[in-house]
């Protein structure tokens, strides 16, 4: 049972006001001494001619005799709901044990399509540290629409075109190494692309060069066309080593250069649409009316740029996919761009187009590092994760836990690590990189949570042989426990919550408090205690079970694997 929902159908019942209005004024008390649900009695005062105190008063005796509800309040024109604890318990667990990974699951998504665009690292280039803020954010946001009942299309919108490439194939044909580079090609190339800028900052005339090269590319010119089809696939298996290492996928890698030739057909309906104007031989859409730079979409040369790329992507996507949602998962520097381009489409009389949605997140700061991969001095993604793995392993020997595969519970916390800490708040807010904060077992972080998850599984194993799958759950009543289960029985609601503001810092700061309130369940209900009674224990062993359940599937959609002891 739904105690929430069945408190608003009683509501509904007894005042005749609709059940959306009811839905919207109950809410849930700051303070749990003041009951689990409050219902303000103000809205009635017009209908039903009385002051909101006596309302609350008159309601409060005729809700008094249900059985889900231990206690009711009027105070000062509010009802305040106390649910029957051992009620509340044995029938939350008892459905979420049931459920089991499909608890918390949702049917909004049903018949729905949503896309999402994340990582788009640029090829030839280093998959480095800052590619995982959009990375992460990316992949937990497509679990939790799929954990909603969405149809989610995964795509990586590679950086695969651009006047960059004229200059990688100028480097290439001049200091390239062929050998070197089939050994490790992004390394190889980022120091040649290096290499062109410096050697163009005292031979301007590289950049000309750079260019020509990329015009070639655009025609279809077949030696740059091949060198660039090369790039490609090497970065491609660099990326996806590096994307299986955090158990990232996509459905689509279609990059700048897929949308290459369907430019021309934009560039005729913004015209048709009689949105473009000429500004120093350019053709843009103006959107000063909107204190907006002009958007581009022809250069003077007649030359399309990444915001005519852009649009046509999105009239792609619309095309192939009839998406309800086209979410971009990119920096907040480019939230400018964005509007523009949105703006663009609505002008064309693209209805759809309001159902593109910027998801904007903010910079990693590695004191005394820069990403810039012009100068070189860049942080490969890969060196990272792999040392925090490595610390991961030193910190476990030394406290010499004993665990069957240290390579594998090294892997998954030393990534889950870096994974909760880009998840661990508002998307927008900028992170410090931090080992000390990321890798410490008693904070707030994946240690921390997967160790609530692990220290459950052990209790589990500890009972093997005790069957609690019929266990009397109004033995493990308390207040630590009541506490617990209601945060069960709020799964559902923290990933609807991250969804409806793309903001899997919800999921994360759900799961955090759900440990906090395991550990402190276990610490003050003794479970396998010799002094705990067998049906005491076989309620509390069942809280146990349907926690590590819901602990594993919230980090699931946070992209973090558990582990099962350490």
């Known amino acids: 049972m739904d105690f929430k929902e069945h408190i608003i159908d009683k509501l509904q019942e007894l005042t005749g006001l609709e059940r959306e209005a009811i839905e919207k004024a109950v809410e849930t008390p700051p303070d749990e001494k003041l009951g689990d649900l409050a219902f303000p009695c103000f809205p009635l005062a017009k209908v039903m001619r009385k002051a909101p105190p006596i309302i609350a008063q008159e309601l409060k005796e005729q809700l008094s005799s249900d059985e889900t509800i231990a206690q009711v309040d009027a105070v000062g024109g509010y009802l305040n709901f106390f649910f029957n604890k051992a009620m509340f318990i044995s029938d939350t667990v008892t459905a979420a044990r049931k459920a089991g990974e499909d608890w918390g699951k949702s ?71 062929a050998k070197l580079i089939e050994k490790d090609p992004i390394n190889e190339l980022l120091k040649i692309y290096v290499k062109f800028h410096e050697e163009a900052e005292k031979d301007p005339s590289l950049e000309d060069e750079a260019r020509e090269y990329f015009k070639k590319l655009e025609d279809g010119d077949a030696e740059t066309t091949e060198l660039w089809k090369y790039f490609k696939d090497q970065s491609l298996v660099e990326f996806k080593r590096v994307y299986d290492m955090l158990g990232v996928s996509f459905d689509s890698y279609n990059g700048e250069a897929f949308y290459s030739d369907k430019m021309d057909e934009v560039v005729d309906m913004l015209r048709t649409a009689d949105i473009l104007t000429e500004s120093e031989g350019a053709q843009v859409v103006d959107l000063s009316d909107m204190n907006m730079p002009p958007c581009i979409i022809l250069k003077s040369d007649g030359a399309t740029i990444y915001a005519t790329r852009d649009i046509a992507a999105a ?92 390579d594998d519970v090294s892997k998954k916390i030393g990534i889950g690590a870096i994974l909760y800490t880009f998840l661990k708040n508002s998307r927008e807010k900028d992170i410090v990189f931090s080992w000390d904060t990321m890798l410490d077992f008693d904070g707030e972080s994946a240690p921390y949570c997967m160790y609530g998850y692990a220290r459950g599984k052990s209790i589990l194993r500890r009972a093997e042989g005790i069957d609690y799958s019929t266990a009397d759950l109004t033995k493990a009543v308390s207040d630590d426990a009541y506490t617990l289960v209601k945060l069960i029985n709020s799964f559902g609601d923290a990933v609807a919550d991250a969804a409806d503001k793309n903001e899997p810092f919800y999921v994360n700061r759900y799961v955090t408090g759900l440990v906090k309130a395991f550990n402190k369940f276990y610490n003050t209900n003794p479970i396998m205690r010799d002094d705990v009674d067998e049906e005491t224990k076989k309620a509390r062993l069942a809280i146990v079970d349907a926690t590590c359940t819901v602990i594993k599937s919230a980090l699931y959609l946070l992209g973090i694997e558990v582990v099962e002891s350490m």
């Open 315 to 406: 009239l792609y996507r619309h095309r192939t996919y009839n998406f309800d949602k086209n979410i971009y998962v990119v920096g907040l520097p480019q939230s400018l761009h964005f509007r523009q381009i949105f703006e663009t489409m609505k002008r064309a009389g693209w209805e759809w187009s309001k159902d593109c949605h910027h998801v904007g997140f903010g910079l990693v700061k590695l004191p005394g590092k820069s990403m810039s991969t012009r100068h070189g001095d860049v942080v490969f993604l890969e060196d990272v994760l792999n040392e925090s793995i490595e610390k991961t392993r030193s910190i476990i020997e030394n406290n010499g836990a004993n665990v069957d595969d240290i």
């Open 107 to 177: 049917e909004m998504g049903n018949g729905k399509t949503v896309l999402v665009e994340y990582s788009s690292p640029n090829i030839a280039k280093p998959f480095h540290i800052g590619h995982l803020f959009s990375t992460a954010v990316g992949n937990s946001l497509a679990r939790i629409y799929k954990f909603l009942g969405y149809d989610v299309e995964s795509l990586n919108h590679l950086g695969d075109w651009g006047t960059q490439f004229g200059k990688l194939i100028s480097a290439y044909k001049r200091w390239g190494d």
